[in-house]
């Protein structure tokens, strides 16, 4: 099974770095938008991202030109048709995904797969919005994308052993990245681990015992990480944050799990993070 063409729903952040790696991987890429103004957005996020590497010496510039003209951005999702692997990097909204897959099974040929990018939805719930369950899987990656080497592979239940196969290869042969199975359960390996820590970093900035900045560079200077907590959560989004908390304390009902009032409060707020400007950090 080859995974050549591939396709990605969604041009933000995780959508946009997807296809950036597959691009510049060798692959063509369609990425669906939603808006004509989004569709501009996503094709200069990738090619503004691609461009980067010229200036710091990466990438040629031949190489980069190549690339950002591999990936294509579209409002029409009947162009999936042709797709070997559809990779879903939507918004952590659960109607919106089973939407999304429903109708990614009515037009992506039979052979083709599709993949979830979700953090917090269990995979077999979009799998069980198409007819074909043991052709998707989950493929997590992780932010930023074009520096981040893990990508997650997750098999559901019924996911068919050689997809997994065909996934893995091409995340591990044609992408590079570093992969590791795991079920599906919520967190994965990853955001099981990294979810509980981050939360409580929240709790410990909520309870006035140190100021985010100590915290963060506690965590920085004292273990070695690249970022503290905060402006980790700060990066990632504090709605997906929140998102990947709620999943994760709806299915296991463990404490560390909970979400901390004062995230949800600053997600009610609307201070997510880097994109909105203001998380638990300012940004220009
Ligand atoms: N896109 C592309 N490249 C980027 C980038 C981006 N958004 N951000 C940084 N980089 C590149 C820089 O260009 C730089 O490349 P060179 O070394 O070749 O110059 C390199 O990454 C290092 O960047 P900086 O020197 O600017 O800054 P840094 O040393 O702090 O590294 C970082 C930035 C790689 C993001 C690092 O801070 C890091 O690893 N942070 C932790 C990230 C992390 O934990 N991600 C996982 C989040 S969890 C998740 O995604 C899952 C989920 O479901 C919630």
Redesign the pocket.
């Known amino acids: 099974m080859t995974v050549k063409l591939i396709g990605v729903i969604g041009g933000g952040t995780m959508g946009a ?1 997807i296809a950036e790696v597959c691009a510049k991987a060798g692959s063509e890429v369609l990425v669906l938008e939603t808006k004509q103004e989004l569709v501009e957005a996503a094709q200069q996020r990738v090619a503004k ?1 691609i461009s ?1 590497g010229v200036s ?1 010496g ?1 990438i040629s510039q031949e190489d980069a030109d190549a690339a950002i003209a591999r990936v294509r951005v579209t409002l029409d999702l009947g162009e999936f048709a042709d797709r070997d692997l559809v990779i879903e990097a939507a918004p952590e909204i659960e109607a919106l995904k089973y939407d999304i897959f429903g109708k990614l099974d009515e037009i992506v040929k039979p052979e083709g797969i599709l993949a979830s990018n979700t ?1 917090s939805i269990p995979v077999i719930k979009v799998a069980g919005a198409t007819r074909r369950p043991e052709r998707v899987l989950g493929m ?9 080497p893990l990508v997650e592979i997750i098999s559901t239940l019924v996911t068919a052993p050689e997809i997994a196969a065909a996934v893995t290869d091409y995340a591990k042969n044609t992408l590079h990245k570093t992969t590791v199975q795991a079920g599906d359960r919520s967190g994965f390996i ?2 099981a681990l ?1 979810i509980p820590y981050l939360c409580q970093a929240v709790r410990m900035l909520e309870s006035g015992y140190a100021s985010a900045e100590d915290i963060d560079a506690a965590m920085k200077g004292g273990c070695g ?3 503290g907590p905060l402006t ?1 959560l700060d ?2 989004g504090l709605d ?2 929140l998102a ?1 908390a709620e999943s994760l304390y709806a299915e296991f009902a463990e404490s560390h799990y909970a979400p901390p009032a004062l995230l949800r409060r600053m997600v009610d707020a609307g201070r997510l993070g880097r994109k909105t400007g203001r998380g638990f950090y300012e940004y220009a």
């Open positions: 770095g991202s980067r710091k990466k953090s997590h990656f992780f932010n930023p994308v074009p520096v981040m990853v955001n990294l990480y690249p970022m980790l990066t990632v997906i944050g990947a």
